[in-house]
């Protein structure tokens, strides 16, 4: 798919949006209000030049789903005991570690050379609790014949400590607007001075995770 222009934006349509916390959940958290979330996603979507199409419009290019809420790291230490010596060992098992490893992107980072101190900032996203929204587009006409074809996902996480959800949400959306529909090459680190145009400030770093689907590769000709 090109990349949308003002003066050739992409309409599309909501397949739906859905809360759904990534590992244990958290509770104790006042609820994230899905309209308004709804109404800031489409706000960031028309600064890619993503347009929302209703009816009579234009027929929609893409079909977007989205989710959003809580993720963390969901581990318990597992105690392993020596056959030969019996003397025992604690290992810490993970049940979500490579949704998490894709959420922050350290599955597209590891396949390329990076600095220490971005490898440490990586790290250190993985392990701590975080707020996540997740962004997907699928073709729309691939749709309708009952295929799920995605065309651009992109994954937008912060930190959850001084901060909710509701009051994220906002800016998180803000800063990742660039991003959608754009392949990222490794997960880009967003603090406050890539969000000068933003009007709320943040001290925490965002992440954002962002890639395009490979195209089709072409049919093989059928031989006469």
């Not at 209000?33 to 028309?46: D, Y």
């Not at 392993?80 to 290992?91: A, C, L, P, W, Y």
């Not at 309708?144 to 949400?169: F, H, N, P």
Request: aromatic letters at 6%; hydrophobic letters at 45%.
């Amino acid at each position: 798919m090109p990349v949308p222009t003002a003066e050739q934006p992409v309409p599309f349509v909501f397949l739906g949006g859905l809360e759904q916390d990534i590992g244990a959940s958290v509770g104790g958290l006042p609820p994230t209000p899905a309209e308004e979330m709804r109404r800031l996603l489409v706000g960031a979507l028309a600064r890619a030049h993503f347009i929302e199409t209703k009816v009579g419009g234009p027929m929609p290019a893409i079909v977007i789903f989205y989710t959003w809420g809580t993720a963390n790291l969901d581990t318990f230490e597992q105690i392993e005991v020596d056959s030969e010596t019996g003397t025992d060992s604690n290992r810490l098992v993970d049940f979500n570690g490579r949704e998490m490893a894709r959420l922050v992107g350290i599955n597209k980072a590891g396949q390329r050379l990076m600095s220490s101190a971005v490898a440490g900032d990586l790290n250190d996203a993985l392990l701590s609790e975080r707020f996540y929204i997740f962004v997907a587009a699928l073709d729309a006409k691939a749709l309708l014949r009952r295929e799920k074809k995605l065309v651009w996902r992109t994954r937008i996480s912060i930190a959850a400590r001084r901060t909710t959800l509701a009051e994220s949400m906002g800016v998180m959306l803000a800063s990742a607007a660039p991003y959608f529909g754009r392949n990222e090459a490794r997960p880009v680190f967003v603090d406050d001075t890539l969000r000068r145009k933003v009007e709320v400030k943040m001290g925490d770093i965002q992440v954002i995770e962002s890639d395009v689907s490979a195209p089709d590769s072409p049919r093989p000709k059928s031989r006469p």
